[in-house]
């Protein structure tokens, strides 16, 4: 993550030091192709990944799992997504943008025996789970809420710098027969917003034909709180009509948290969270 980080950087500071050789403005609502707002509703497609390692004093048990293989929770899931901008100034250089699309997924597994937890390297943790039925629900939605600067902009091209807020409510539930008592179980949520700084790439093939690139990322280490974000999206838009368009988009995220969680403010676990996602979007764009 730190690594991403570092080249999503190099690649800001070269964008923004090359830019300064060009003319200081190179488009205006008038000659650019750039909408002024749009919305773009569609169908995404996604393979999921996802690991918890979650320490429960209430019942004495630490899990450290992939939640795919352990549990059973199926690894592709097809959700709605929206994706929304608006430019509020003339020039349209200034703009917010936002997104949301959730998943929810639930399983089940019978274990016919029983299955040792491994302690944690600490030495916490531990347990068995089993025998009998484990059901498990695993759910998180995705809300990016940022502003966006585009600081490159004429009739082919639009660079665009930002930041703002990935919002993740994440629900995750395990009950069933944990240390041979029936129906108890283990639990976790997190809401805390990671903040990113993004940068973004459209290119006008036509006026028609629109590639877009963008990048997003974050990392922070504050006493007991830990997280990292990578969000990566590339999409291509045929707009044949005056405001009325399709596109068809791809994107992947990695996400790690790690926290104790009387201590940060929206976190409610002892451990780490982690998942990534690769998906395909196709959506209707309305524009004008």
């Given at each position: 993550m730190k690594k991403s980080a570092g080249i999503l950087l190099v690649l800001f500071a070269t964008a923004v030091f090359s830019t300064a050789a060009l003319a200081a403005d190179k488009g205006t609502a008038a000659d650019t192709p750039w909408e002024k707002g749009y919305i773009n509703l569609g169908v995404y497609a996604a393979t999921l990944d996802s690991g918890f390692r979650l320490s429960d004093p209430n019942l004495g048990i630490g899990l450290d799992i992939d939640v795919e293989e352990l549990l059973k929770l199926k690894t592709s899931d097809f959700t709605f997504r929206i994706d929304a901008g608006y430019r509020f100034t003339k020039n349209?250089?200034?703009?917010?943008?936002?997104?949301?699309?959730?998943?929810?997924?639930d399983g089940t597994r019978n274990f016919t025996s029983v299955i040792d937890i491994p302690d944690f390297p600490d030495g916490s943790g531990g347990g068995t789970i089993g025998p009998g039925e484990l059901n498990t629900t695993f759910n998180f939605s995705i809300?990016?809420?940022?502003?966006?600067?585009?600081?490159?902009?004429?009739?082919?091209?639009?660079?665009?710098v930002g930041g703002g807020l990935f919002l993740m409510p994440i629900k995750f539930?395990?009950?069933?027969?944990?240390?041979?008592?029936?129906?108890?179980?283990?639990s976790t949520s997190i809401t805390a917003p990671l903040p990113v700084v993004g940068l973004g790439f459209d290119f006008a093939i036509t006026p028609q034909w629109i590639l877009k690139q963008q990048a997003d990322v974050f990392y922070l280490e504050y006493e007991n709180f830990k997280g990292g974000l990578l969000n990566l999206q590339f999409a291509v838009e045929y707009l044949p009509f005056k405001h009325v368009g399709f596109g068809f988009g791809l994107d992947s995220m990695r996400v790690k948290v790690e926290a104790e969680g009387e201590d940060v403010p929206g976190v409610d676990f002892n451990g780490n969270v982690g998942f990534s996602f690769v998906g395909a979007q196709l959506y209707v764009k309305a524009f004008f």
């Open positions: 349209r250089r200034h703009s917010v943008a936002f997104s949301w699309f959730s998943f929810n997924r809300y990016k809420l940022v502003y966006e600067y585009s600081f490159y902009l004429d009739k082919r091209a639009d660079i665009h539930g395990i009950s069933g027969t944990i240390n041979g008592v029936g129906q108890e179980r283990v």
